[in-house]
T-cell receptor, first 113, second 116 residues
Framework: GESVGLHLPTLSVQEGDNSIINCAYS??????FIWYKQESGKGPQFIID?????DKRQGQRVTVLLNKTVKHLSLQIAATQPGDSAVYFC????????????FGAGTILRVKS | GAVVSQHPSWVICKSGTSVKIECRSL??????MFWYRQFPKQSLMLMAT?????????EQGVEKDKFLINHASLTLSTLTVTSAHPEDSSFYIC????????????FGSGTQLSVL
């Protein structure tokens, strides 16, 4: 497969602080990016997406930033809560490969109360 | 959002047996579904793209004779792990594109396969 199978880094934050999770994507032809949250033993849950013609998109408590120059995505979570503890994955839609969604390595977010 | 149902959520089987996992789109028709596998503390790895009415497209390194995919209808894709071995133990996740939701991808809840 094309996905990266690396062991996941961990980000620990204090409850109430803002979290920033970063992701580097691989293909400059990718046109659509999504952030997913995955809790233990469950499938990925959609958080927020962004198209390649945008550089920022805001949702409720979350913001995604896209820097196409350096192929970098970030997810910002405001006022992080214990329920935000999970693994976060970015994913890129690669059109030239038939619209496949390829996942990044992921980050474990741990929220300390 | 759209709902994708995956069944079973967990299965334990003996080495050498085959296991079938079902993925259903409950409230939309999905011409394309995807199958992923995930090992503990790792990312999701795309195994294959399942196309309704045609053969699946497998990723490099994924054995098509071992992981049989059937997408016989617009709401159902199945993954059969044939002659399962302990190294096939993993978390398998399906997803489906909703053409009415700007082609957004929705995921099933996953199937934990343990091969003894």
């Amino acid at each position: 497969g094309e996905s990266v199978g690396l062991h996941l880094p961990t980000l620990s934050v204090q409850e109430g602080d803002n979290s920033i999770i970063n992701c580097a994507y691989s293909n400059s032809a990718s046109d659509y990016f999504i952030w997913y949250k995955q809790e233990s033993g469950k499938g990925p849950q959609f958080i927020i997406d962004i198209r390649s013609n945008m550089d920022k998109r805001q949702g409720q408590r979350v913001t995604v930033l896209l820097n196409k120059t350096v192929k970098h995505l970030s997810l910002q979570i405001a006022a992080t809560q214990p329920g935000d503890s999970a693994v976060y994955f970015c994913a890129e839609n690669i059109k030239e490969y038939g619209n496949k969604l390829v996942f990044g390595a992921g980050t474990i977010l741990r929220v300390k109360s | 959002g759209a709902v994708v149902s995956q069944h079973p959520s967990w299965v334990i089987c003996k080495s050498g047996t085959s296991v079938k996992i079902e993925c259903r789109s409950l409230d939309f028709q999905a011409t394309t579904m995807f199958w992923y596998r995930q090992f503990p503390k790792q990312s999701l790895m795309l195994m294959a793209t399942s196309n309704e009415g045609s053969k699946a497209t497998y990723e490099q390194g994924v054995e098509k004779d071992k992981f049989l995919i059937n997408h016989a209808s617009l709401t159902l894709s199945t993954l059969t792990v044939t002659s399962a071995h302990p190294e096939d133990s993993s978390f398998y996740i399906c997803s489906a594109r909703d053409p009415q939701a700007n082609e957004k991808l929705f995921f099933g809840s996953g199937t934990q396969l343990s091969v003894l």
